[in-house]
């Protein structure tokens, strides 16, 4: 970021604040006439010593002494002159120097001289490795840097100066020499810097790196920042004959700093968080007021932002929606000077600097903004124009916004109030910010594509809206232990089953994040269709079995951490109609059962061993719930803790449920707000349902005789318990369900008794008016009907084909000593 001239200066900042140099004035004749205390130490002489000899007897070799008269001729036109060279020592020995002569002018329009010694070994030394001394011009102070030198008398008024000194403080020659600082330069800057020189007239010891603004007249504006020394000069009797300034202009080593401290702290306040939205005005503030007045932060469509992709929103006025704003920020209350609020799209027009920095990926700048008439913004953007003029804004940078190859947008930053263009420098240091910023805004922008891909997943992998239907009240809650994306490897389910009963599901996979979500989908999946088929809870469990081994088998070798799949899981089947649970567990922890009065148990049921092992077969377990009580199913992260018996979480579990008074919602979070460990370490699940019973005039069944002459009295016992129900616009329709399945049963039933057939064989019909009205047909057999589209010759084939259309699904399943065959007819709302 910074420039060389930067390095020189800041150089000679640090020999000056390391080193304090030697100072002796000569005249035109090189004629000693001023030494400072600081070149007594140095080479040992007195002023009493050195004033009124010739300063050349101080250098030991007589080349020494001809490249100085040499380069004194030089420096007449140069002004400045410096070398090493070799000093005698009051004791005899010689001293290594550099010395750096610069010229003086006066009201007497002689040159006279200024000489600083520096000890060569007090100077960064130059590497080791190198084998030839470096040039003049790399060496650090006092080579030909621009050193601004002042000789004052007594009365402190000016009698000497170099020509640097009037280019770094802006005061002329002749309104300086002959004058007092204050009087040249009137101000409190002046008079401070004036009690300094007091202090070291008086006292003999140096003032060293005495920071000031350039002092320039008032309706100048400066922002130059100099560093200057001072040293007493004394004469031959030892009495002070004046004093000595060195300065250096350190404004830009300053500014380097204040852009190291900003970088800084741009590192400690941009990407704070994980949020877009966030780190963009956080790019935005730090910038103003330090760099800019105004800055906006926008960014292109490859970070997706608000509800609507830019691409459908369509052009605006010839302008086209290439950005949405994300940081705003400004020295003036409320941005007057955006056209767009944060989140809103921002239309610029098609050839503008905006759009050709997205292209080229390079900035622009533009330290004078051009907002005369005929430039793009009038053709194509007056708006934009007006808002320029409006709040005088005459100098612009747009920076773009690199990340992983691509432009995610740009930042702009104009200014306004502050005078100053912005320099190469402003611009070098807005590619800094705005580098690391980028670096929080793609991590940002993964984040939320990542939690975005992840909350899909999960509202795919989850219950919409998870309903018990006739059968249950449910209430649940999900927390993963991953809260960085949101889903993990617990999964549960609420299915709804023919005959208004009701699957729940709890299931854990073994692991956290994506990779245990995605093995919980494939098992939900799975489950959901096995619940379909209307299989017993044990046999549901061993075909899951079977199915995580062989996915287990099917998955890469390559990748070992994918390839293990281990699961538990209970699952629970509820009969409203005669309030009875069937459950069958694989490797899963008890549910517990709250009875009305909030006394809770949990059940003994076979554990089973957990999914994917193939080990020994499941059991199911079949319980009488009274109406109303609470069924809990749940994952073991809620009741484990790594300090506790899994006994101690499970009688937690029992204290946190037994509160009969609350909804079950509100049990439901009050029991994960207590039992949840902090920080999570597992993933948590709850489902609780409250069961429900059909009451009895709910529930119509009858037992026929297998024997085709009871249809036609089945049908007419259908259409009668229709009418008590008010379902009297269904009577048709059930009518000819009821007979075709109770004909197809018959059918088989006597079909299958291979002549062994008697009297006791009989047919079962249930009607269940629930959330729908659902047939079923029982009998003894274990065969089950396919649909068959018939051809126009067929006889036979088309009884399962009209119920398909006659009912809103229909299936069947098996029970014991036999299977059974239903039909579900949607029922109105008012039904």
């Known amino acids: 970021m910074g420039s060389s001239a930067e390095t020189a200066v800041s150089d000679a900042q640090t020999a000056i604040e390391t080193v304090c140099p030697a100072i002796a004035l000569l005249d035109a004749q090189g004629t000693v006439v001023g030494w400072s205390q600081a070149a007594q130490r140095l080479v040992g002489y007195s002023a009493a010593e050195v004033v009124g000899r010739s300063a050349g007897v101080l250098l030991v070799a007589a080349d020494d002494r001809a490249k100085a008269s040499q380069a004194a001729q030089k420096s007449t036109l140069w002004g400045r002159w410096s070398d090493l060279a070799q000093v005698r020592h009051r004791d005899g020995r010689s001293i290594d120097v550099r010395l750096c002569v610069s010229s003086l ?13 520096t000890d060569k070994a007090l100077l960064p030394a130059w590497p080791a490795e190198a084998t030839v001394e470096p040039p003049l011009a790399t060496l650090p102070l006092p080579s030909r840097l621009p050193i601004g030198v002042v000789i004052r008398d007594t009365h402190l008024r000016c009698i000497r100066v170099n020509d640097t000194q009037g280019s770094k403080d802006g005061i002329p020659l002749p309104q300086r020499l002959g004058r007092r600082l204050t009087e040249a330069a009137p101000g409190t800057g002046a008079e401070t810097l004036e009690a300094v020189m007091h202090q070291v007239l008086e006292s003999g010891d140096p003032a060293m790196d005495v920071d000031y603004q350039a002092l320039l007249p008032a ?12 040293f007493r000069l004394d004469d031959a009797q030892g009495r002070a004959l004046g004093l000595c300034s060195v300065s250096v202009d350190v404004t830009d080593s300053l500014r380097a700093r204040e852009r190291l401290a900003t970088l800084g702290e741009a590192i400690r306040r941009i990407g704070t968080t994980l949020d877009v939205m966030q780190t963009a005005q956080e790019l935005a503030a730090l910038a103003v007021p330090f760099l800019a007045d105004y800055t906006t932060v926008d960014l292109a469509e490859v970070v997706p932002l608000g509800e609507e992709p830019l691409t459908h929103l369509g052009p605006q006025d010839g302008r086209i929606p290439a950005f949405r704003r994300a940081g705003l920020a400004s020295i003036h209350p409320g941005t007057p000077e955006s056209l767009f609020a944060r989140g809103e799209p921002v239309f610029v027009p098609p050839t503008s600097p905006f759009t050709g920095v997205l292209r080229s990926g390079k900035s622009h700048f533009e330290p004078m903004l051009d907002t005369s008439p005929g430039t793009w913004l009038d053709h194509h953007d007056p708006a934009r124009a007006q808002k320029i003029r409006e709040h005088t804004m005459h100098s612009l940078m747009v920076v773009p916004i690199h ?6 947008g740009v930042a702009v930053f104009a200014r306004t109030k502050d005078p100053r263009p912005f320099e190469e420098d402003d611009l070098l240091l807005a590619e800094e910010l705005v580098s690391w910023a980028a670096l929080a805004l ?20 989850h219950p919409h809206r998870p309903t018990g239907g006739s059968a249950a009240d449910v209430a649940w809650r999900y927390l993963p232990a991953d809260s960085h994306h949101g889903i993990g490897g617990d999964w549960f389910d609420v299915i709804p089953l023919s005959g208004a009963r009701l699957a729940l599901v709890v299931g854990d996979v073994v692991g956290h994040g994506i990779n ?71 490797g899963h922890p008890p549910p517990a059962i709250i009875d009305p009065y909030g006394h809770v148990t949990f059940p003994d049921l076979p554990t089973g061993a957990p999914l994917g092992l193939g080990l020994v077969p499941f059991e199911s377990a079949t319980l009488e719930l009274a109406e109303g009580s609470v069924l809990a199913l749940y994952t073991d992260g809620l009741i484990e803790a790594r300090d506790q018996d899994i006994s101690a979480g499970m009688n937690r579990l029992r204290a946190a449920l037994a509160q009969p008074d609350l909804t079950l919602d509100d049990l439901c979070s009050s029991t994960v707000d207590t039992l949840r460990a902090k920080p ?8 609780l349902a409250r069961t429900r019973s059909l009451s009895a005039d709910q529930v119509a069944s009858w037992q026929f005789p297998s024997d085709p002459a009871v249809v036609s009295r089945a049908r007419t016992l259908a259409a009668r318990q229709l009418t008590q129900w008010g379902l009297e616009h269904l009577a048709e329709s059930t009518e000819l369900i009821v007979s075709e399945l109770l004909t197809n049963a018959i059918i088989h039933s006597n079909g299958d008794c291979n002549g062994d057939c008697n009297s006791d064989r009989t047919i079962g019909l249930r009607l269940i008016r629930h959330e729908m009205l659902t047939c079923e047909v029982f009998d003894a057999t274990h065969s089950h009907p396919l649909v068959r589209r018939p051809r126009t010759t067929d006889e036979h084939g088309r009884g399962l084909f009209l119920v398909t259309q006659l009912s809103r699904r229909w299936g069947t399943r098996d029970v014991p000593d036999g299977k059974l065959i239903w039909a579900d007819q949607q029922l109105p709302p008012s039904a």
């Open 105 to 117: 002018s006066g009201q007497d329009g002689r040159d006279w001289w200024v000489v600083c010694a």
């Open 442 to 461: 793609d991590n940002a922008r993964q984040y939320a594509r990542e939690r975005s891909a992840a909350l899909a997943l999960q509202r795919l992998l």
């Open 680 to 687: 999570p370490s597992d993933d948590v699940t709850l489902l």
């Open 219 to 230: 309706n100048v504006r400066s922002n130059r920042i100099l560093t200057a020394s001072f």
């Open 516 to 586: 245990a979500a995605a093995k919980m989908g494939q098992l939900r999946t799975a489950m959901r269709t096995l619940a379909d088929m209307d299989m017993p809870p044990d046999e549901v469990l061993s075909r899951l079995d079977e199915q995580v081994i062989r996915l287990t088998e099917a998955e890469d070798p390559r990748h070992p951490a994918t390839t293990t799949m281990a699961a538990t899981c209970l699952y629970a089947v509820y009969d409203p109609v005669t309030r009875t649970c069937t459950m069958a567990r694989a």
């Open 403 to 408: 990340a992983r190859g691509a432009v995610l």
